[in-house]
Every structure is written in C-alpha cells, then in structure tokens.
C-alpha cells in the first residue's frame, strides 16, 4: 500500500508536554504534508516539507523528514487541550499527483 | 475568505437509492477534489479536477459514482445505486492551480457525513 503508517495509532498526553507522531511510507516522495481534523470537521493543512527539506518549522509545530529511512515525525510542544484531533500526514509523489493520506493518529490532550 | 462550501451536511438513504453531493470551492481555485473519507482511516482522493478537466479519476468506482464540474466552479458528485460500503465522509477540497514548480496547500470543506442503510 502506498498509505504507509502513522505511528502511534493513539495518543494521550496532558497539557504541556509534547506529542510526537510518526509517519512512514513506502515510495518516493516530492512531498509530505501534515494535516489536522477536529472531530466531525474537515482537514486543515498544518505544514508542508519536501524531500530535499530536513526540517521545517510553525510556531509549536516541528516537523522532519529522512527520506533514506522513509519516515517523517511531526511534534507538537507545549501542547494544549485545543491540539485535540487527528493528525494525519500525506504524501506526494509530484507536484501534481494525487496525496495518499495514512490513517492518522487520534491525539487526546487533557487540560 | 469564504472557505470551501459543501451541501448537505448529512444524509441518510437506503441502498440502492441515489444522492449527490455538492461543492463550491474557494473562489479562483481552479483545483478540485472529492476525496471519501471512511470512519477510521485516513481520506482517499475519488477525481480531481483542474478548472473543468478531469485530472485523475483513477480511484472512483466509475459504475455508481460520476462527478462533473461543467463550468469550472462548483462541482457535483453523484451515487448511483448506492450500496452499504458507501458510507462515509465526502469530503471537498480545493487549491490554486497546481504546476510542475509549485504545489498549493488543499482547502477542505466541512464534510457530507453519507449513511446507507
């Protein structure tokens, strides 16, 4: 499957630590995007990093990229009970083609 | 910015019933998905549109599903007969237009939550 695997399936954390997801996959890539939904809501587009990129960084979120070992990581610091959702990470192979998301991770956030 | 607009937001048929969906993007995108979204996975993209051109529809189940964006705009899916495993989110998105050198974020709507019964 081109989908890949997100990693943990589930998470639960309290307010102020830090949550880290992983995602793997299987092909190559021109991009990986990660992406939150609120329960019941559509998906909202947190950040973007290609495959020539190593790091990236958004106000809380930080995410990575290995392409030799195919994986990516997003992490969230100083979460807080409104980064309750799941993530998800998609990917591309061109800038045109279609994004294969995962299953994602459901991260549970207690005030 | 009005975002993505999607319609209705819930819907409940039989099987072999038929429901369509609709879609109206955030205005200039010329890119259009419908992805299905099945409780507890992750979105699969059905078609995509670029203005009113069919860019991939290798994934939509082209004897029960078809969708058109006859101007450029706004879009319809369309369920024709629907079975169980239909049930699902119908989620819409849309982006400015894609090239060879860029790539534009997707903008999601809301959702029709579909339940076949």
């Known amino acids: 499957s081109q989908q890949g695997e997100e990693d943990p399936q589930a998470l639960s954390i309290q307010e102020g630590e830090n949550a880290t997801m992983n995602c793997s996959y299987k092909t190559s890539i021109n991009n990986l995007q990660w992406y939150r939904q609120n329960s019941g809501r559509g998906l909202v587009h947190l950040i973007l990093i290609r495959s020539n990129e190593r790091e990236k960084h958004s106000g809380r979120l930080r995410v990575t990229l290995d392409t030799s070992k195919k994986s990516s990581s997003l992490l969230i610091t100083a979460s807080r009970a409104a980064d309750t959702a799941s993530y998800f990470c998609a990917r591309t192979r061109t800038t045109l083609g279609r994004l294969y998301f995962g299953r994602g991770t459901q991260l549970t956030v207690w005030p | 910015e009005a975002g993505v607009a999607q319609s209705p937001r819930y819907k409940i048929i039989e099987k072999r019933q038929s429901v369509a969906f609709w879609c109206n993007p955030i205005?200039?995108?010329?890119?259009l998905y419908w992805y299905q979204q099945i409780l507890g996975q992750g979105p699969k993209l059905l078609i995509q549109f670029q203005n009113n051109g069919v860019v991939d529809d290798s994934q939509l189940p082209k004897d029960r599903f078809s969708a058109e964006r006859l101007k450029g705009v706004d879009s319809t899916l369309k369920i024709q007969p629907a079975k169980l495993e239909d049930s699902a989110v119908y989620l819409c998105?849309?982006?400015?237009?894609?090239?060879?050198?860029?790539?534009?974020?997707?903008?999601f709507g809301p959702g029709t939550r579909l339940t076949v019964l």
């Open positions: 205005s200039g995108h010329a890119t």
């Open positions: 998105a849309s982006s400015l237009v894609i090239s060879q050198v860029s790539y534009n974020e997707q903008f």
